[in-house]
């Protein structure tokens, strides 16, 4: 009796919506490809969504097929790239390992920023409360006047020794929804479920004009809304030396009541585990050499130390 293939056949409407799916997935990567080949994208952003959404159109792309619609690389330099980035062209963009992501990353915003992009002009510092990122800001204002310091709007009350519109501008809710309404924050958001921060657009988006870099010290809600909004920012996180000593800043600086602090220390547990989203780390040992660290991001790469 001879052997029956005991192997499910699909059903034919099942092989034409397969098709179908099939189709619409190339046309849709083809698309990305085309945006970034035009200019109309810029890659760093199609790098946001592949690394959030693995099987998005823009997950699914090859390594390879990426960097070859960036204007400029073609087949053989794509090749030489992914070598010295460690990266098998095989892979996709959403399959990417965190160290091949950041690699990536990291090499694209160079790219861009050598071809006409913001780059490391825009850098974006944030990290858990009380790690000091006001401080080392305010020693980057002081020692780097080479930088411009985005001053953010917020609505809590001004601390001991803050100063209107230099730390920070101080606004009412009302001038805050004022400003929210009419687009003139870059990003914002409801800090530790209390105040409201916010970064005005408007100076930000003219010093980068100029050609100046610009430092936004800003929380991480806010640098994750900046990189959707200016993919091409680059992220720093700065780190405690420990938690002992984060907790010990906390309480020592004195500016909040009791239940305050703990609410910020059980956010900071949070915060922190979002190191991986940027692309450096600064531990704030001590805030000169922080602060140097940061500056010297800002710099062309053949500059840096």
């Keep these: ?69 960036i204007p400029a690389i073609g087949v053989t330099k794509c090749a030489r790239i992914l070598e010295e980035l460690e990266i098998s062209t095989a892979k996709r963009l959403g399959g990417l390992g965190r160290l091949q992501r950041r690699r990536l990353r990291e090499f694209v915003a160079s790219w861009v920023a050598s071809h006409g992009g913001t780059g490391d002009r825009l850098v974006v510092l944030a990290g858990p409360t009380a790690v000091g990122k006001g401080t080392v800001a305010s020693y980057i204002r002081r020692h780097h006047p080479d930088v411009k310091l985005s001053v953010s709007a917020t609505t809590r009350a001004p601390r001991p020794g803050e100063v209107e519109g230099e730390s920070y501008f101080f606004v009412d809710d009302a001038e805050f929804d004022r400003m929210v309404e009419a687009g003139e924050l870059l990003e914002w958001a409801t800090v530790h479920n209390a105040y409201r921060y916010g970064t005005p657009r408007g100076p930000v988006e003219q010093a980068i004009a100029a050609g100046d870099s610009v430092l936004l010290e800003i929380d991480i809600q806010g640098a994750r809304s900046v990189r959707r909004a200016m993919p091409e920012a680059t992220l720093v996180f700065l780190l405690p030396p420990t938690w002992d000593e984060l907790v010990r800043r906390l309480v020592g600086r004195g500016t909040e009541s009791p239940a305050e602090q703990q609410r910020r220390l059980e956010t900071a547990k949070v915060e922190l585990a979002a190191v991986d989203e940027f692309d450096h780390q600064v531990v704030n040992h001590d805030v000169p050499e922080a602060a140097q660290k940061v500056v010297d991001l800002m710099r062309p790469r053949s500059g840096r130390r």
């Design 1 to 69: 009796m001879p052997e029956q293939n005991t192997r499910a056949t699909p059903p034919e409407v099942d092989r034409v919506a397969a098709s179908r799916a099939a189709v619409a997935a190339r046309r849709a990567r083809a698309s990305v490809k085309a945006e970034i080949a035009a200019g109309s994208r810029s890659p760093l952003d199609v790098l946001r969504v592949a690394f959030a959404e693995a099987e998005s159109a823009e997950g699914r792309l090859r390594v390879t097929e990426f960097l070859t619609s």
